[in-house]
């Protein structure tokens, strides 16, 4: 498998090439087409009666699914071929070796550079977790002292000898074609966020229309449609967390799999999340694990959308589908995994809180200067701007010692403990709204040859949006500079955000046998 991400063409090609080297085990179908006309595709691997659905490219920024669905799909169709037999030890599970001869000479050096400047020397990592220094062995040591590249689950590849998987290879295939800007590198803060595009709330294809009568986006109509069909007892959506850790969120326990994650997260040199932006006030059966609110429980900071029990990942409940998000790190921030006390709570709380109302109010008054001489193509990347800067202000007041996090985390009682990794997370959290913000903010301005007709006519719009541009040029590159120094980030390789991925999917495809008897149909 390649070292790097792919684009949406290459990934098409790839599954193509599967399925016909695998005529008798492997289909590729359309099941919808997106937004914009691009096709939607489901590569579908094996005969059985009973179905595991893994959904890549939920969200536009987000690519490392789609070389993960490509891995377990190669894999699923090699021991079929082999009757079921596992891989030899010491070799990945399918056989192969990572050989990373698709990925530019530029990226291969950069990637080279941040793995020596994280202290990997003499085939160790110098990582330090919850305080203590840790040192993992390389990950070509790793492989041959276990093994065991799936966990048990390679072990257990027979209980899914009456499972078709089926994979779907990117659910928001026109977001994707955007981000094809960053995937090749450099891997840098600066890089990835003067390129970064996601849509809106409201255009993201996993969460269902909250508007009362609205129909489903198209790709959303895909996903439900095919959910009804399969009857999965097992959903697994693929997401790529940009800075942090690897963490999963369960609509439905499956014991056993914090052990699993930890195991494939130690091995794969990815730090583990303990108190995730996305999952801060759920509870965790175990580290790294989140079990999803129903709609009538606490769901998320009061400034965003509470929209988890109303999103696709519920809505095949119905037929015993458990629902497993599993997020990898692209760069991994090791205090996200630290829960030891946090020296000065209420002071973090309140640098987080200031500093992420002044950079929003900056922003937003940047923007309101440019706004009149907008092209009308910068519209869709607005929509997102516009969101975030709305939910800044509030976020900011929750987060305030004095605001209801302050308030609600018992700092004494410690009812939700403010510690090392939730400041870490809210500290991520905040610096990446701003950066976010700025990155798509800059491309705006680039999205016309310059203000449009009416803007020219309102005033002295050319030299305005000359000032915002210089402005906001040294605003992103100063704030990509202190989030990626600030936070010790260090930029994980593809191939171990794809190994981590393909273990924890088989890990949660074998738990789900064990635990609960899902309905299944024939296809």
């Not at 928001?172 to 891997?187: F, H, L, S």
């Not at 130690?266 to 996305?278: F, H, L, Q």
């Not at 998000?325 to 829960?339: C, F, L, Q, Y």
């Not at 605001?403 to 009812?415: D, N, T």
Request: hydrophobic content about 40%; glycine content about 10%.
């Amino acid at each position: 498998m390649p070292g790097r991400y792919l684009t949406l063409d290459e990934l098409t090609s790839c599954a193509t090439a599967l399925a016909v080297a695998h005529p008798d085990r492997a289909v590729l179908r359309r099941i919808g087409s997106s937004k914009a006309g691009e096709p939607i595709r489901l590569l579908s691997v094996g005969r059985g009666s009973r179905h595991v659905l893994v959904v890549a490219g939920p969200h536009a920024n987000e690519p490392v699914g789609g070389v993960t669905v490509l891995r377990l799909a190669r894999y699923v169709a090699r021991c079929m071929a082999r009757g079921g037999r596992a891989g030899r030890p010491g070799r990945s599970a399918d056989n192969d070796r990572y050989v990373d001869t698709g990925t530019p000479a530029s990226t291969r050096a950069n990637n080279h550079a941040n793995n020596h400047a994280d202290g990997r020397v003499n085939g160790h990592t110098d990582i330090r977790v919850n305080g203590q220094r840790a040192n993992y062995p390389a990950r070509d040591t790793v492989r041959e002292t276990t093994g065991d590249t799936a966990g048990d689950s390679t072990r257990d590849v027979n209980r899914f000898a009456d499972t078709t998987w089926h994979f779907v290879l990117c659910l928001d295939p026109d977001g994707a074609r955007r981000n094809e800007r960053w995937i090749n590198g450099p891997m840098t803060f600066a890089h990835h966020y003067r390129h970064f595009f996601r849509p809106g709330f409201a255009r993201q294809p996993e969460w269902l229309p909250t508007e009362p009568g609205a129909r489903p986006m198209p790709e959303t109509r895909a996903l439900l449609d095919l959910q009804d069909e399969l009857r999965p007892y097992l959903q697994c959506s693929l997401h790529g967390v940009d800075v942090g850790g690897s963490f999963v969120q369960l609509t439905r326990g499956l014991p056993g799999l914090a052990d699993r994650l930890a195991r494939s997260a130690a091995d794969n040199r990815i730090p583990v999340e303990r108190g995730p932006y996305d999952a801060f006030f759920w509870p965790s059966p175990g580290p790294g694990v989140y079990d999803m609110p129903r709609a009538q429980e606490a769901d998320q900071f009061l400034s965003l959308p509470a929209a988890t029990a109303a999103s696709t990942w519920f809505h095949p409940r119905a037929y015993g589908t458990v629902t497993a998000v599993i997020e990898a790190p692209m760069w991994g921030v090791e205090e996200v995994g630290d829960t030891s006390p946090h020296p000065d709570p209420h002071g973090a709380l309140e640098t987080i809180s200031r500093t992420l109302r002044q950079d929003a109010r900056l922003l937003d008054g940047l923007l309101e200067r440019v706004r009149p001489g907008l092209p009308g193509i910068a519209a869709s990347l607005l929509a997102p701007v516009e969101e975030y800067l709305a939910v800044c202000p509030g976020l900011a007041d929750e987060w305030a010692p004095e605001g209801p996090l302050g308030e609600a985390g018992g700092l004494e009682a410690g009812y939700l403990p403010l510690n090392r990794a939730r400041i870490m997370a809210l500290r991520i959290a905040a610096q990446r709204l701003v950066v976010r913000t700025a990155g798509l903010m800059d491309q705006m301005l680039d999205a016309g040859s310059g203000p449009s007709a009416a803007g020219r006519a309102a005033g002295a719009v050319n030299a305005d949006a000359h000032d915002v541009r210089v402005t906001l040029d040294r605003f992103l590159t100063r704030r990509c500079e202190m989030f990626e120094a600030g936070c010790r980030a260090r930029w994980i390789p593809v191939h171990d955000q794809v190994e981590h991925q393909f273990r924890v999917v088989l890990a949660a495809a074998e738990l789900a046998t064990r635990f609960g008897e899902p309905s299944s149909v024939q296809v």
